[in-house]
């Protein structure tokens, strides 16, 4: 009998993906001059920001892609589709909706949510991929009982 466990290597691999994911989508040739055109700010007001921004994205990354494969093991996801389903509704449910409210509330433009969100639309679509495909199991022993 096997039973599905957690993929550490996975989880590892991915949380250096999404750090580059974001570094990617939050570039100058990708979204940068729409995010911060949205945010009313310039290059210029990040150019002191420090470390702290990039230590809260690798732990939100840790935190996330663990979450997501505990959850993948409960749930018994053995394939990519499913873990990317499953991933997509945790997505829309969790954070999608989440941040639109506070964007609403704070009276930011659309489009910085749809910036935002769409990142980690992103990341959550290539981790379920990556932790539905790439599984790994306990095997355990079968008793007979007589």
């Known amino acids: 009998m096997k039973k599905l466990k957690i993929n550490h290597v996975a989880v590892w691999i991915l949380v250096i993906v999404h750090q580059a994911i974001g570094a990617g989508w939050y570039s100058p040739v990708a979204f940068a001059g729409q995010w911060t055109e949205l945010m009313g700010k310039s290059m210029s007001d990040f150019e002191n920001a420090g470390f702290t921004p990039f230590i809260f994205s690798i732990i939100n990354a840790i935190i996330m892609v663990y979450s997501m494969a505990w959850l993948f093991k409960k749930l018994n996801v053995e394939n990519f589709i499913s873990g990317m389903r499953y991933a997509f509704v945790f997505w829309l449910a969790f954070l999608f909706v989440e941040l639109a409210t506070f964007n609403s509330f704070e009276m930011r433009p659309f489009g910085l949510t749809l910036i935002d969100s769409g990142k980690s639309l992103v990341t959550f679509m290539v981790s379920g991929f990556a ?10 022993p079968e008793t007979n009982s007589l």
């Open 131 to 140: 932790l539905g495909l790439w599984k790994k199991y306990d095997v355990i």
